[in-house]
């Protein structure tokens, strides 16, 4: 009898196991990352549909061929060896943080993936008045075919008659990746009174760089931030801290061609939300204004204002996002444990001790990316596998997982991160220069 694999892997000779050695996988060959800079044309690296921009190369014979030749004149080598290779661990997917496929060296603030894949992303720009430095970041798109155009000046952008200074925050593309909902943190100031304004607002760009005009003249929208997308492209929900107690917010409509259309949910207040894809709903995390009862998790049908509670949470410390498929959603209880709880069947959940941070999803969900801090500042990106979810009981203690983090980038810092939508791609912006890189995986 042979025995386990193990029992048998020990009856190969030496001569065996060096001839084992010797195959070894093949790697192709790197492409250099493209370069993008204000006056150079965009190139497209492994994704042009027209033009024979591929390089080929003719790959010198096999090293392991002579070995192979042995092993087929061996049949009891050749066993042993088919064996040894059915017996190895399934390999993980292959990735490649060595090179970027492509490299925007400008100075980011803020990027975000269209659902076709095609990047918005501003950069700096700075520049005097006589008194003042002012900064306006310019915004552009490059798109998934290569195409790189700018879709809004800063310097040109004004805002009434005032001192008018921003910087942009994140960017909401809508449903149908045409409309892009720009959160900006602005800055006004009265030159003859000397009075200041900070304000979240948001500016409506179309893909071509037209500016929509939600609220007549002016094309901002003060006072509205974390904008969710209803499926018409034309109607956003966002929300509103101008009348609620700090960390709490209400909850505003918005049409792009009619402007504010009221309060959705009046009356209510809610720490956070995350848009349910392909829907008009969206989870959120309810909280009484002055903070005497628990946080619910609620179901929103933002377009019909109705709302059906998933759970009661022990606590919550932000970072809500609901899953792509959105079957799932993922929280902060506290800075170090995120609970997982399954949409479909609420009393099913997790909870890992990971560390507060800027979570999203992997395509397939079955992993959570992580970088290790909230704010704008850099930190390592790591993955942690997503659990299985268990019931508990009602108010039964929940363990708490403490998962084995996965580097990425061979631990090297990033201040911003992204997935593509079809989850081929890893985009990050770096410390330092601030260039926005992508590699694939």
């Not at 603030?109 to 720009?125: D, E, K």
């Not at 909401?172 to 304000?199: C, K, Y």
């Not at 909870?351 to 979570?359: A, N, P, Q």
């Amino acid at each position: 009898m042979i025995g386990s694999p193990k029992n048998l892997l020990r009856l190969l000779s030496a001569k065996a196991k060096l001839s084992l050695l010797r195959i070894q996988p093949h790697h192709p060959t790197q492409q250099p990352p493209v370069i993008l800079r204000p006056s150079d044309k965009v190139r497209c690296v492994d994704s042009c549909e027209t033009g024979d921009s591929r390089r080929t190369s003719t790959a010198p014979s096999s090293p392991n061929a002579t070995t192979t030749n042995k092993l087929s004149r061996t049949p009891f080598l050749y066993f042993l060896t088919l064996l040894y290779f059915l017996y190895l661990p399934t390999p993980s997917p292959a990735q490649n943080f060595d090179k970027p496929v492509t490299n925007i060296d400008e100075d980011i603030t803020a990027f975000a993936y269209a659902p076709n894949g095609s990047v918005v992303f501003s950069v700096r720009r700075m520049f005097k008045t006589k008194k003042y430095d002012l900064q306006r970041d310019d915004i552009w798109l490059f798109e998934s075919g290569g195409k790189r155009k700018r879709l809004l000046e800063g310097q040109k952008f004004t805002h009434e008659d005032k001192l008018f200074t921003y910087q942009v925050e994140s960017f909401t593309w809508s449903p149908n990746a045409h409309i892009i909902a720009v959160q900006l943190f602005t800055t006004t100031m009265d030159p003859d009174a000397g009075a200041r304004e900070d304000a979240h607002a948001l500016l409506l760009l179309d893909d071509s760089g037209r500016e929509l005009h939600p609220s007549g003249k002016d094309p901002l929208v003060m006072q509205a931030q974390n904008p969710l997308w209803l499926r018409d492209n034309q109607t956003l929900v966002y929300l509103n801290n101008e009348d609620t107690p700090q960390g709490l917010y209400s909850m505003q409509y918005l049409n792009i061609s009619s402007g504010p259309a009221g309060k959705a949910f009046e009356g209510r207040t809610f720490e956070g939300a995350s848009r349910i894809s392909g829907s008009n709903a969206a989870i959120a995390v309810e909280r009484n204004r002055n903070f005497d009862g628990p946080a619910r998790l609620q179901r929103l049908d933002l377009l019909a204002q109705d709302d059906k509670e998933v759970a009661t949470l022990d606590a919550y410390a932000g970072g809500i996002l609901v899953s792509p498929s959105g079957t799932r959603v993922a929280y902060f209880l506290d800075k170090e444990v995120l609970e997982i709880r399954d949409l479909t069947a609420p009393v099913r959940i997790a909870r890992m001790r990971i560390g507060l941070g800027v979570l999203q999803w992997s395509h397939d969900e079955t992993q959570i990316y992580l970088k290790r801090t909230i704010e704008k500042k850099s930190a390592d990106l790591v993955t942690f596998r997503v659990p299985e979810l268990r019931a508990y009981p009602p108010h039964s203690e929940v363990p708490v997982l403490e998962p084995e983090p996965r580097m990425l980038l061979h631990g090297l810092t990033v201040r911003e991160y992204s997935l593509s939508p079809d989850g081929r791609f890893l985009a990050v912006v770096l410390p330092g220069k601030r260039n926005l890189q992508i590699f694939g995986f």
